[in-house]
């Protein structure tokens, strides 16, 4: 396994690759990995030659400067995880002034709305800095693959759009939701809960299980104010939204119709830790 630290040496290995015939597949990730990154990079060796995988703290898409402090950064435990995996792995692992130089800042994007809704309306300038930090490293690596977990939903329907608005030659690949055995959508921001706290994250899951299968048999507005209510009886849970949303728009339904397809969000704190998940619900 190769640790790779400048864009120089991505270009090598880009430039190595290519001329070996090999395919490669990227897995960016902001590092902490847990078993569900380890899901992505397993699927990434399943269908490529070799895989690189990126471990960066993207700054840009912090919108709470404690957020960034916070997040857990543990590069030498990641290195390790990875290094258990059977296949040809790389890592790219930068500073950020490797990144972005002297000028940290997002570039402007025009996403059609996907981003006025849920986390973008809660974090001014998230899917900005996603989108800037995701265009660099796709057109820095140039892999055949990306390969993206759901549990980001509305991040993923985002950088769809952004591969096919900017004619980027990659394949996405979406990943389904890797959970704990309560139904915890596994992240890297759960290893901040306290224990006590970590019990209790399990009605998260609970909470989009509910919105699954009541779906159809209420209106989404019921639904929402119904499980929107049994949060607020927990003063553990801060509810930011919960909301049931169109599979491609992401616009919010009211009354559902038929043949389409709908998913319900939710983003919550529990205690000082921001929890996100979602469910497709048809």
Known sequence: MKLLKTKGEVQLLRASVRDSGNSLGLVPTMGALHQGHLHLVKTALSENDEVL??????????????????????????????????????????????????????????FEGLDKFMEGAFRKGHFEGVGTIVENLLRLILPDRAYFGE?????????????????????????????????????????????????KAAFI?????????????????????????????DPDFELEYFEISHAE????????????????????????????DNIALN
């Open 53 to 110: 995988v990126s471990i960066f703290v993207n700054p840009t898409q912090f919108n709470n400067s404690k957020d960034l402090e916070k997040y857990p950064k543990t590069l030498e435990e990641d290195l390790n995880k990875l290094q258990s995996l059977e296949g040809s792995i790389h890592v790219f692992a930068p500073e950020v002034s490797e990144m972005y130089g002297e000028e940290v800042r997002s570039r402007n994007y025009n």
């Open 151 to 199: 549990k980001d939903y509305q991040q993923l329907q985002i950088i769809r759009k952004l591969v096919s608005e900017r004619e980027i030659p990659v394949e996405i690949i979406p990943c389904p939701i890797i959970r704990e055995a309560d139904g915890l959508a596994m992240s890297s921001r759960n290893r901040q809960l306290t224990k006590r706290l970590r019990k």
């Open 205 to 233: 899951f609970k909470s989009l299980k509910k919105a699954q299968l009541e779906f159809g048999t209420k209106s989404a507005v019921e639904l929402k104010e119904e499980i929107s209510r049994a949060y607020a009886e």
């Open 249 to 276: 728009s992401l616009k919010p339904v009211k009354r559902p119709r038929k043949n389409e397809k709908y998913r319900a969000f939710v983003a919550a704190y529990l205690g000082e830790v921001r929890l996100i």
